[in-house]
T-cell receptor, first 113, second 112 residues
């Protein structure tokens, strides 16, 4: 089992719809979770991070964390064509891991007009 | 520009040559990470520095790879005797404890 797995893509949604991206992880020692957006040929750009169970909202983005079920998700409301990118889920362990990130393989999102 | 800076942006070299990449982190960040990303995959951790100390290296980092951060500021990643499989995007990220990491634009390495 991979440490971090993302729902298989690509995901295609119409403009204005809600895009739902999911991620599961295997290590219960994981403490923090991050969503990065990556446009083709560019580096990952931080969108949101979440440490506590529940929801965290930032503008059109909502991150959800459920540590008991070991999943984290990202909802994008009112999706725009500019949201079309690869979304990377990453987890950061605590303790002596020094904050290194373990990424999923990414989910490609396409928002069509 | 106060973001993470990486140079060069692109590097094309012949198999067997040595290459060196540079990363300048955000100035107040004491943590610096190197990752490698291949097409269709998420970034994979290579190594980590806290100030000038290299505290962790991935098993992915063969003995052909070496990284330094001599004064706790910029870092270099050197690959000796490059192989086809080294072709990838090499990403540098910096951060502080309990804060998210921020990535540079990466160096894309192509081995001919």
């Amino acid at each position: 089992q991979k440490e971090v797995e993302q729902n298989s893509g690509p995901l295609s949604v119409p403009e204005g719809a809600i895009a739902s991206l999911n991620c599961t992880y295997s290590d219960r020692g994981s403490q923090s979770f991050f969503w990065y957006r990556q446009y083709s040929g560019k580096s990952p750009e931080l969108i949101m991070f979440i440490y506590s169970n529940g929801d965290k909202e930032d503008g059109r983005f909502t991150a959800q964390l459920n540590k008991a079920s070991q999943y984290v998700s990202l909802l994008i409301r009112d999706s725009q064509p500019s949201d079309s990118a690869t979304y990377l889920c990453a987890r950061q362990a605590g303790g002596t891991s020094y904050g290194k990130l373990t990424f999923g393989q990414g989910t490609i999102l396409t928002v069509h007009p | 520009d106060t973001g993470v800076s990486q140079n060069p942006r692109h590097k094309i070299t012949k198999r067997g040559q040595n290459v060196t990449f540079r990363c300048d982190p955000i100035s107040e960040h004491n943590r610096l990470y190197w990752y490698r990303q291949t097409l269709g995959q998420g970034p994979e951790f290579l190594t980590y520095f806290q100030n000038e100390a290299q505290l962790e290296k991935s098993r992915l980092l063969s003995d052909r790879f070496s990284a330094e951060r001599p004064k706790g500021s910029f870092s270099t990643l050197e690959i000796q005797r490059t192989e086809q499989g080294d072709s990838a995007m090499y990403l540098c990220a910096s951060g502080r404890e309990n804060q998210p990491q921020h990535f540079g634009d990466g160096t894309r390495l192509s081995i001919l």
